[in-house]
């Protein structure tokens, strides 16, 4: 599910961390229901008046999940929960301490594969290598191992709700 709340101007705002003050008007997060949303103006019936409807509101919708799932992955990596680089997620690999991978959307399937030797994991595809590699203070990051934890079930409920865009 996403929030949005109506902002001061009376226009719909996107609070995908459900922290903003006002009454909630939440959503299934899928592109069809938003869609379907806005054209039959479900957010002016739920406002109990007009409302401005921002014309990027998908876009902002994706940005703010994006930059939760970034968060979320930052937690982690500053808690010693997740690593990144090859060699790392190969050691983390090696000693059992993995429950999740993260592999960069524009990284190589065949290369998860091989990094994996035929072992499953849940693996999510949902940032660019830049946007991993941001997390971790590098320019790409390909691979990133996270450990058995919370931070595991939040990571995979943002993927969730960021998939409902068709963006994983």
């Known amino acids: 599910m996403i929030r949005f709340v109506i902002g001061p101007m009376r226009e719909v705002v996107p609070d995908p961390g459900g922290r903003l003050p006002g ?4 959503l299934v997060a899928q592109d069809d229901v938003l869609r379907k949303a806005l054209k039959q103006g479900a957010f002016a019936r739920a406002a109990r008046g007009s409302v401005g409807v921002p014309d990027h509101l998908r876009a902002l919708v994706v940005s703010g999940l994006r930059n939760r799932l970034i968060d979320f992955l930052g937690f982690a990596r500053r808690s ?7 060699e790392a ?9 993995v429950e999740l991978l993260i592999q960069a959307s524009d990284g ?4 998860r594969s ?11 595809t949902p940032l660019t290598a830049a946007e991993l590699g941001g997390v971790f203070g590098r320019e790409r990051a390909v691979h990133v191992a996270v450990s058995p934890g ?5 990571l995979q409920a943002e993927a969730a709700r960021l998939a409902g865009f ?3």
């Not at 190589?108 to 290369?111: G, I, K, L, M, T």
């Open 23 to 26: 009454r909630g008007l939440w």
């Open 80 to 86: 010693g929960e997740a690593v990144a680089g090859r």
């Open 89 to 97: 997620v190969l050691d983390w690999l090696r000693n059992g301490k």
């Open 108 to 111: 190589s399937p065949a290369e």
């Open 114 to 124: 091989r990094l994996t030797g035929g072992r499953e994991f849940p693996v999510l």
């Open 150 to 154: 919370r931070m595991v079930s939040s």
């Open 166 to 168: 068709g963006m994983v």
